[in-house]
């Protein structure tokens, strides 16, 4: 089955306690791409990588990092984490973008709260 | 920088009715837009994916139409079900390889059975 996972689902941490959230698709996409949702804000781009080796950042970079050593994998890297980075963290791919076809395939989301 | 508004931001009609759900972006020179659908403790489900030179979609029940040079999609759910209930969200790709996707903040929708 075509999909993007991500783990943990939930996790509650600490402030400053280094922590990864894994991200990982079967579909043989080249885009990946890190969001977070926040309530009135939406859903904002923190991150993406249009191949391997390959990484940009999006609209709230600040406090993250994120690696693409292998086509499948897109691991969000919170070094420090802090209070205001609890949020709803969604992993998503698509083949190509900007094709005008492309669809882009979310992962089921990671609920992280630092206390 | 492009914007994406969604109308209304809740709606709760009776089972079987048909509705409409609005979006409106800022800067018309987009790719393609597409309509999601986000359950509770889920990820974001494609709905459907209009392109820049389209002006509708269909996929079952649903309808989603494109007016690129007003900056208005619609989406249009017949014979609503409670199974629809589900938070809707508009997305906007505005950019050249580089930019991801623009979201709307979404209209909850609750089907009353």
């Known amino acids: 089955e075509a999909q993007v996972t991500q783990n943990p689902r939930y996790l509650i941490t600490v402030t400053g306690k280094k922590l990864t959230v894994t991200c990982s698709q079967n579909m043989n996409h080249e885009y990946m791409s890190w969001y977070r949702q926040d309530p009135g804000l939406g859903l904002r781009q923190i991150y993406y990588?249009?191949?391997?080796?390959?990484?940009d950042k999006g609209d709230v970079p600040e406090g993250y990092k994120v690696s693409r050593k292998e086509k499948r994998n897109f691991p969000l890297i919170l070094e420090s984490p802090s209070p205001n980075q609890t949020s709803l963290y969604f992993c998503a791919s698509s083949l190509v973008l900007p094709r005008v076809t492309d669809t882009q395939y979310f992962g089921p989301g990671t609920r992280l709260t630092v206390l | 920088k492009q914007e994406v508004t969604q109308i209304p931001a809740a709606l709760s009609v009776p089972e079987g009715e048909n509705l409409v759900l609005n979006c409106s972006f800022t800067d018309s020179a987009i790719y393609n837009l597409q309509w999601f659908r986000q359950d509770p403790g889920k990820g974001l489900t494609s709905l459907l994916l209009?392109?820049?030179?389209?002006r509708e979609q269909t996929s079952g029940r649903l309808n989603a139409s494109l007016d690129k040079s007003s900056g208005r999609s619609t989406l249009y759910i017949a014979a609503s079900q409670p199974g629809d209930s589900a938070t809707y969200l508009c997305a906007v790709h505005s950019g050249g390889g580089a930019d991801g996707l623009t979201f709307g903040k979404g209209t909850h929708l609750i089907i009353q059975p």
């Open positions: 209009i392109q820049s030179s389209q």
């Open positions: 990588s249009m191949n391997v080796e390959v990484t």
